[in-house]
């Protein structure tokens, strides 16, 4: 692999839609908090904001474009930060309401899974005595028998819908191995062309496990099939946040961090912010002599359409 020649970018995902509100009392739930740990999470170096929405009465997700908007313009009129709308939603949305808000904001970036997989959150179930809202329960439940679904068809008409359509460029999301041939297959169609900013996804109960061999593994089959110019990233889920963005960011990637991929800041430690993983991840960085790409760095690596072409 050759050495580091660029900063790395970091993503902050913000709240995201898999963990609930029982799990923490930091994890963002209205308009305001999201949009206020945005706002701090840029401040503290996060160039690319990954975000999802919820239901401000009880904190399930939701894919209304009308609270999107809530906080959306607040977070561009005090950042430059890249905002990277997410099209995976929620488990049981169909891709018309995972599609919605996109189409209504036209971000700069989007999210975009690259296969359907087995996504399993009922084991969090177990782990609560005592549950804030009742949909809890059941929704990480019913994660048991369903799937994160994401065909082929799925996967063009979302590069259709808002590739060619609004101009989003994509987090092309990789939970398993599997999913770097698919995206090989969107490229070599013309579908979609580079640059790529490649998301891989480990630690998920369905999808590659959190082990740094298996990153090893993703990013030389990454580079073989689409050159060592690719831009990576990873998110990692819950306790192999912090230690699999660092070995990412040695091996020449980005990283991504935020209370969508973990709750903790250390073992036994919950995060009180957003702000505090960008700012461990940002030291350890800066510790091992890594730059930090700033939004307009992101912007020209990632060929993005800039923020003055969305709609909010």
């Known amino acids: 692999m050759k050495a580091r020649k660029r900063p790395a970018i970091i993503s902050c995902a913000v709240t995201g839609s898999l963990h609930t509100p029982s799990m923490s009392p930091h994890l963002p739930l209205t308009p305001d908090e999201i949009a206020a740990e945005a706002i701090a999470a840029a401040e503290a170096g996060a160039a690319i904001l990954h975000l999802h929405a919820r239901d401000p009465r009880d904190g399930r997700p939701t894919s209304s474009p009308d609270v999107f908007m809530e906080f959306l313009p607040r977070i561009k009129q005090a950042t430059s930060a890249v905002v990277n709308i997410t099209t995976g939603g929620a488990p049981g949305m169909t891709l018309d309401l995972r ?6 904001a036209s971000p700069e970036m989007t ?3 690259m296969g359907t997989i087995n996504m399993g959150l009922f084991p969090a179930a177990t782990k609560m005595d005592q549950w804030r809202y009742e949909w809890e329960k059941p929704f990480l439940e019913a994660t048991r028998d369903g799937t994160f679904k994401n065909t082929f068809a799925d996967i063009a008409e979302i590069v259709e819908r808002l590739g060619k359509g609004q101009g989003c460029r994509f987090e092309f999301e990789c939970y398993d191995l599997g999913h770097l041939y698919n995206l090989a297959w969107l490229i070599d169609q013309r579908i979609y062309e580079p640059p790529l900013f490649i998301q891989f996804c480990l630690g998920i109960l369905g999808g590659v496990g959190g082990e740094v061999d298996h990153l090893l593994h993703m990013v ?6 689409f050159g060592d110019d690719v831009e990576f990233s ?4 819950g306790r192999h946040q912090m230690p699999l963005a660092t070995h990412n960011a040695l091996l020449g990637g980005n990283v991504r961090v935020g209370l969508e991929d973990s709750l903790y800041l250390a073992r036994g430690t919950l ?5 505090e993983q960008v700012t461990k991840i940002r030291q350890i960085m800066e510790t091992l002599d890594i730059g930090i ?7 020209s690596r990632l060929a993005l359409k800039g923020a003055d072409r969305t709609n909010f």
């Open 99 to 104: 599609l919605a808000a996109a189409e209504k």
């Open 111 to 113: 999210s975009l899974n």
């Open 220 to 225: 030389r089959t990454a580079q073989r099939l």
């Open 234 to 237: 990873v998110l990692a889920a």
């Open 271 to 275: 995060a009180r912010s957003n702000a």
């Open 293 to 299: 790409a700033t939004p307009d760095e992101a912007r």
